[in-house]
């Protein structure tokens, strides 16, 4: 272990105890454990590991590569380099979902249902506008 890195824990909490990893939507209150690093993109120092809750502020879908991506204040984090609190942050679902993510119970899950169900129709309209481009061909003009 590096003199960055500090043992974290990086399993459901009482608080976040609900499984959402691939299923995180505007306002759930989340946990999450991210990698830290230093240095560049082709050479990258791993520094220690960081676990995050946040608040879901937004989510969206990027238009070409379809790729989640979220919009989240922190409430609390700890671990390599903490986050400051209140601070937004965008992460890619992806990175998100890496190690399991937690959420928190909603005062009433059932309107959590609806966010999911909307969140999963976009994702599936923005899968269906990839393959569609895909079957296209790379000559008409896209990037």
Same mark, same amino acid.
């Given at each position: ?16 105890c609900i499984p959402c990893t691939g299923d995180v ?15 560049? +993109? ?17 989510d969206s879908y990027g238009a070409v590569k379809q ?23 965008? +992460?890619?679902? +992806? ?16 309107? +959590? ?16 506008v990839r393959d569609a481009r895909r079957e296209r ?7």
């Amino acid at each position: 272990m590096s003199d960055y890195e500090t043992e974290i824990e990086t399993e459901p909490t009482e608080e976040f105890c609900i499984p959402c990893t691939g299923d995180v939507v505007k306002d759930d209150k989340i946990r999450f454990t991210e990698g830290v690093f230093r240095g560049s +993109r082709k050479n990258p120092e791993r520094l220690g590991d960081r676990t995050v809750e946040a608040i879901v502020l937004r989510d969206s879908y990027g238009a070409v590569k379809q790729q989640h991506t979220f919009t989240l204040k922190v409430l609390k984090s700890e671990g390599c380099q903490p986050l400051a609190k209140d601070r937004n942050v965008w +992460r890619k679902g +992806r990175n998100i979902y890496r190690f399991g993510t937690f959420r928190k119970a909603w005062k009433s899950e059932s309107c +959590r249902s609806p966010a999911l169900a909307e969140k999963h129709d976009r994702g599936d309209k923005a899968r269906a506008v990839r393959d569609a481009r895909r079957e296209r061909g790379p000559d008409d003009g896209n990037p």
